[in-house]
């Protein structure tokens, strides 16, 4: 199974400042078609999760657009380009490229300073 | 608006079953991947397993704890998903997502249906 590593896995922000949040994969996840299934998902305290990203680098509907993913291969970053207080939660990296199984990363809990 | 509804959640004892069911709307179900995450206490996400179309040849896979145990089904007559869980583990004690998968991964997450296994 692919291993999905984040970090970090506590992540304090000030208001406004700029957060990123790192996902690597114990193997490339480019498929045979060239494609790279890698999601970004935020869960808010007492909620279920939300997918932000999908496919490294697309944002899903309705998704701010400081939200920003980017990566290739092995190494993903998921970028807040100013932090509101409506980010806390934990974000989670997923992989579905190399699947059954898809697999998530461990999640990093973002708060505010 | 796309919804998904779990339902049949509850408290079971270890070695019980217990079947969760998923109302689907606001989209076409049938042609729908289909798929089970949890969320144990204290823990992350873990994908639990997926079922394709009906079209798409309706496989179905799990991850590997839950093989034998867990079956995975749908009735795309009543848009339902179902997850019937049996021989059942404290260590599936959690939080059980029923998601419709769309571009490569969950793209509509349900409310959760909460699972306790306890003697």
């Known amino acids: 199974d692919v291993v999905m590593t984040q970090s970090p896995l506590s992540l304090p922000v000030t208001l406004g400042q700029p957060a990123s949040i790192s996902c690597r994969s114990s193997?490339?996840?480019?498929?045979?078609?060239?494609?790279?299934?890698l999601n970004w998902f935020h869960q808010r305290p007492g909620q279920s999760p939300r997918r932000l990203i999908y496919?490294?680098?697309k944002r899903d509907s309705g998704v701010p657009d400081r939200f920003s993913g980017s990566g290739s291969g092995t190494d993903f970053t998921l970028k807040i380009s100013r932090v509101e207080a409506e980010d806390v939660g934990v974000y989670y990296c997923?992989?579905?490229?190399?699947?059954?199984?898809?697999?998530f990363g461990q999640g990093t809990k973002l708060e505010i300073k | 608006e796309v919804q998904l509804v779990e339902s049949g959640g509850g408290l079971v004892k270890p070695g019980g079953s217990l079947r969760l069911s998923c109302a689907a709307s606001?989209?076409?179900?049938?042609?729908?991947?289909m798929s089970w995450v949890r969320q144990t206490p204290g823990q992350g996400l873990e994908w639990v397993g997926r079922?394709?179309?009906?079209?798409?040849?309706?496989?179905?896979d799990y991850t590997a704890p839950v093989k034998g145990r867990f079956t995975i089904s749908r009735d795309d007559s009543k848009n339902t998903l179902f997850l019937q869980m049996n021989s059942l583990q404290t260590e599936d004690t959690g939080v059980y997502y029923c998601?419709?998968?769309?571009?490569?991964?969950?793209?509509?997450w349900g409310q959760g249906a909460l699972v306790t296994v306890s003697s």
């Open positions: 193997q490339s996840l480019v498929n045979s078609d060239g494609d790279t299934y």
């Open positions: 997923m992989q579905n490229t190399h699947w059954p199984p898809s697999t």
């Open positions: 496919q490294v680098s």
């Open positions: 079922i394709k179309s009906t079209s798409d040849g309706g496989t179905i």
């Open positions: 606001g989209f076409t179900f049938s042609n729908a991947w």
């Open positions: 998601t419709w998968l769309w571009s490569g991964g969950p793209h509509h």
